[in-house]
């Protein structure tokens, strides 16, 4: 363990002179702030005194975004650690955890590396990497090697890992198992499961493989890493258990509560003033879940309750994806802040989000609905959708009665009993034919353009349908639904909306975080609704 002795504190900061001031910005700052890599040093390098003035500032917005190694240790920390560094020439800067570990550092056990927030998949530097880090942390390498992956995002293996080295300092085999490897002692640390099982249900093929990983990354055994951990683990509730998701702040949960609420599809969640609850499936295994913010902790509080615990590791991948966890919310801001129409939306609610979305079919089918049946009410019909087509299932909470209708369920079936008729019913019939055959996924596409092309290409669904769901079932940082009526209306500077071309020509200029915008602007039209308090 990383003590005092170790990391004296120093009066003195890292002299910095004219020509290498630090910039004001330090989250746009970060972004940029790649150097040569060394002919000697396999890991990524990032500008030292960018990394040392972010340190100074304690400040948790810059938890995550890089990790500092100190070479007489061969410890990492975050920027965040309490525990001072003593020699800025023993200090060598990661762009990743991964990048760390492969250069032969292990975490810090004062400021627990593996717990920090998810480091942010630079976009605005690499797409390619960002695509493939989402498949990554979606399994994307559990059953496929790193050829596979390439393939896609439409790239071959070796430039794939070439840019994983550039942007992360790690390749994909070594960001998979220090995904692996992180989640499992965060299950010994949090919970009472066996070691067996935890091994198992964080990816591991066998026990030896897991002890022999654990040992390298922690230099401890998880039974040694078990029993120095001295914090009470969370014991099962109700044949469920709790885990801990960190992120990165701000974090406007409130406005995204508010957001999902109106939203909700009957029967399958349940939003209240503070929490989010939701049916899930997961392999065939029925179950569901409750999110809510930590009071003590920058993270969000999961409780998960499944028969067995074998997918623990592809629920929490998709409830970060849900309440999209890994958005890097200052380099956002600091783009859409530029423009005076955004300003004060971003001020007002800083650390906005995109939510996601636990099933994309289930949200496709809710986005033909609710844009094709807006002259209707789109809520009755999806009550009824849920009741006639689900899976019924029991819960403990009221309202969650219901399983969303698989694809299987609707291919065939007759929509008209539930009052969807016309195109409408063609739409998602074609949706749920194109998802039974194989000949449409919800998998990361290779760009937004890609995802556009195949959405559009299923009969029914048009613009308007494709950029929301591109948005919210994809992930796409940079679709904008252009021809919803409330973002019309939210940048009109008269009491009718803007067509459709000039919002798109408005967007234009805020790209590549279109899709943040419009949250923003979404949420500026939302009326405030009461709610009862959650139990």
Request: proline share 7%.
């Amino acid at each position: 363990m990383p003590t005092a002795s170790r990391f004296k504190s120093v009066d003195r900061k890292v002299p910095i002179n004219s020509e290498s001031s630090i910039p004001i910005d330090l989250a746009d700052a970060l972004a940029r702030a790649r150097t040569k890599q060394s002919p000697q040093d396999e890991a990524l390098e990032l500008d030292p005194a960018i990394c040392w003035q972010a340190i100074y500032s304690r400040d948790r917005r810059f938890d995550g975004r890089f990790f500092a190694g100190v070479r007489t240790t061969r410890i990492y920390c975050r920027p965040i650690c309490p525990v001072p560094l003593r020699k800025p020439e023993n200090v060598q800067w990661f762009a990743s955890a991964a990048s760390a570990e492969a250069a032969g550092f292990r975490p810090c056990k004062r400021c627990r590396p593996h717990a920090s927030p998810g480091t942010p998949a630079w976009s605005g530097t690499s797409s390619v990497v960002s695509r493939a880090l989402k498949l990554i942390f979606s399994g994307g390498l559990d059953s496929e090697d790193v050829e596979g992956l390439a393939g896609h995002v439409g790239l071959g293996a070796r430039h794939l890992r070439r840019l994983f080295g550039q942007h992360l300092g790690a390749s994909p085999i070594q960001i998979a198992r220090t995904r692996r490897v992180h989640f499992a002692r965060s299950l010994i640390e949090e919970t009472d499961l066996s070691i067996t099982k935890i091994a198992f249900y964080a990816g591991f093929k066998s026990i030896r493989q897991f002890n022999h990983a654990m040992r390298v990354a922690f230099d401890r055994s998880p039974s040694e890493l078990r029993r120095s951990y001295k914090t009470p683990k969370t014991r099962q509730y109700r044949d469920g258990i709790t885990l801990f998701v960190a992120y990165r702040p701000p974090f406007d949960w409130e406005s995204l509560i508010n957001f999902l609420r109106p939203r909700a599809t009957p029967g399958v969640e349940v939003i209240g003033l503070r929490s989010y609850r939701r049916t899930i499936e997961v392999n065939g295994e029925s179950g569901e879940i409750e999110i809510r913010r930590d009071d003590a902790e920058p993270r969000l509080r999961v409780q998960v309750k499944l028969a067995s615990h074998e997918h623990l590791l592809q629920v929490i991948e998709r409830v970060r994806r849900m309440f999209d966890v890994g958005a890097d919310p200052l380099q956002i801001a600091n783009h859409l802040s530029r423009f005076p129409q955004l300003k004060s939306l971003l001020e007002s609610r800083p650390g906005l989000r995109v939510p996601g979305v636990w099933d994309g079919f289930e949200f496709a089918v809710r986005t033909i609905l609710d844009y094709q049946l807006a002259n209707q009410n789109p809520t009755k019909v999806i009550t009824e959708l849920v009741r006639v087509f689900g899976t019924p299932m029991k819960s403990s909470v009221i309202g969650l009665n219901h399983l969303f209708p698989l694809p299987d369920h609707l291919a065939a079936a007759d929509l008209s009993v539930v009052g969807i008729r016309g195109g409408c019913a063609k739409a998602i019939t074609a949706l749920a034919r194109a998802v039974v055959e194989g000949n449409f996924t919800f998998e990361t596409p290779k760009s937004l353009e890609d995802t556009l092309s195949r959405l559009g290409a299923i009969r029914g669904i048009g613009e308007r349908e494709s950029h929301h769901i591109a948005m919210r079932a994809f992930g796409e940082p940079d679709a904008f639904p252009f021809y919803d009526h409330e973002l019309r209306l939210a940048v009109s500077k008269k009491n009718s909306p803007e067509s459709p071309a000039e919002l798109l020509r408005i967007s234009e200029r805020w790209r590549p975080w279109r899709a943040y915008a419009a949250m923003h602007l979404w949420v500026s039209q939302t009326k405030e609704v009461h709610v009862a308090e959650d139990e």
